[in-house]
């Protein structure tokens, strides 16, 4: 799971300008789409308007047709003449002739009783209404009307119109003459011609009758679905107004305006409406495509702005936060880079501060520098002036020494005993001097931190060994002890300052034999894992616990060393130090009146120490 | 050892000289020479009949320091094989790490041990490597 914080700022940035992008998308794609809806609805109640008037007119327009052809029919001589014969014959071969011209779906005659002179349709019987308009042209009326008849167990539904066939010189009603139109799908056809995405359909009895549209087939054709369908505009037609429907039906995503004309109120009981569909779907396709169009140029527009402003973040915030973080890891302690300010905007003010910083830490680096410097300089100067000092006392030591044992050894003339007494303590005294002088030099580059080893790969430790045995025998001449030794067959060679560790050991011993009046002093060497432990033992005095710590610290020699004189009570301290410069150990196992083992260990092969010559 | 070797001390301190003479006049050495100073070392050392078998250099030394004379004789071939000691009381920790890492074959530290004097001289004829800094 990543988280939010951790990504890096551009991402974030990007993220959020998608997210800001995204939403203005979709609200201007809803604005759009709810415009362009409205729209329709507006262009569709103006198309329907007029569509429904000229669907009205052509209505009107059939109606005063019919009117026209039956009264010619009605006044023709010939016809007349037949009716008042009331020659069945005639008025029939008279009117299937023009009917021929005229072709009428049905054509009555009656003559002046009522009864039936010809019929073009004589099979069909005819509905209630059709004598009822015969009646009325017997009185002398002309009329149009709406006939309902069912033929085949189907209602049929024309319009009709009646005229009464006058004697022209007495005035008198010979008959009457009906001619009628079927109401169907060819009618319906005719009457929408030549008008583009308008369709037609008739409603009676809650029912579409005919349509214009002929094939069932095609199952997105409104009128043999009926979705369009609206019984309550339907009773509203009965009471003869024009219904416009409100909302638009949608059929397949085309949107229609839907219409219903009332096509005549002269019929009892029965009334058929024309329904009147508007397909609006060029308004459709122009909305969808300005919709495709506009989405498509904001995306574009979206995406130029994404860039533009991404480029400008990427300029004006993120390139100077990168080169910010960049310098700011300030790698290898380059504190004098400074990031480049651009601005005053808030990345210039962070630069800005950032700067102060990096000069704040500069100076403060320069200042420790130069502190640091000036720390290894009064270092240098020390340790030059402690060389110097070396240098200066031994050199005069070294005629004082020499030139006393010299004349102590009567290469100059006879010395008595008593002079060669006096002229020996001389001797001594110089090298004791001497050996303070060592020490103190030791113990000063100990304090200074600057004690530094030589060291040296396969050392030896047996001539090491040898050499601190002659010295402790040396040293015990006069006194009734015996060195013994314990020296593991085939030790190691191992890595160290052999000069550091013969002067440790030599300290060792040299404390052992002064400080031991009889018994015996027992070196002994052994390796242990990675270390080589060196125990010298005597049977001497001991030392007492609080003793035990105080003979490694400077300047505190035990109360028995103090007693006994000689030495400086720093040769302990700086044995432990050597010891420890060597990653090794210098301690004491004692107990009073038994003696003492001092223990060193140095490491055989220490990784912590580099030999000073590279061969 | 052959009491008649021929050693060459060089030596501005006049106490020191005076040390190592008495030195040798105890243990017989009869062919000791002393330089005085480092002038014309080169020319003087060429010159020197017989050739030393040992050469125990002084380090504080002018115009040239015990440094600059070892570097004279090991360009030299007429020294190869010649043991160059350095003889100094400059015996601190870098001091003689110095010594050692410049190549000469030992170092005695002044002041000088009488009684040790003979054994180390043998070992160094000998070969040895004796770095004896503490007395």
Redesign the interface.
Known sequence: MVRLGNISLSIKLSFLLLLVLGVLLVATILLLYSNTATLTEEIGSERIAQEVNIMKNHLAEVEKQLVVNVNFTASNIPFIQAVGRRSTDTVTGLITTANNSLDMDDIDVVDGDGKVLADLTPGVEDAASDSTLLESALKGNSSTGILVKEVNGQDEISISAVAPVNNIRQGTVLGAIQMSQNIDDEFLRKLAFERDGVYLGLVYNDQIRARTTSSEADSSVILHSNVAFSPDAVKLVASGQTVVLDKLISNGNVPYAVAYIPISSNVNGASPALMVLVELNEIYVFQNSTLVKTIFVFAILAVIALAVIYFSLQTITIQPLNVLKTIAHMTGGQYDQRIPITGQDEVGQLAATFNEMAEAIQQRETSLQAARAQAERSDQVK?AF??SM??????????????T??VA?G?LGEVNAQQVETLNEVVDS??HL?NLI?DV?DMS?IEADS??L?VEDDIDVKSILQSIISTGKALMKEKSLEIQTDIQENLPLIRAD??RV??IL?NIISNACKFTEQGHVKVRAYAVADEMIFAIEDTGPGISVEDQISVFQPFKQTTTGLRQGGGTGLGMPISKSLAEAHGGRLWIESEIGKGSTFYCAIPIKSEMLIP??VA | MDQDIAILYVEDDPRSRKVMQMIAHDIGLTNLTIFEDSTDFKVKVSALEPKPRLIFLDIHMSPHSGFEMLEMLRQSKQFDGVPVVAMTASVMNEEVHRLRTCGFDGCLAKPIDFDSFPEALNRILNGEKIWRIVS
């Open positions: 340790s402690l060389a070396s240098h200066e006392l031994r050199t005069p030591l070294n005629a004082i020494i020499n030139f044992r010299y050894k290469s110089g090298k001497l060592n030099l580059k004690l530094k030589f052999r000069q013969l002067q030599l000073s010559l």
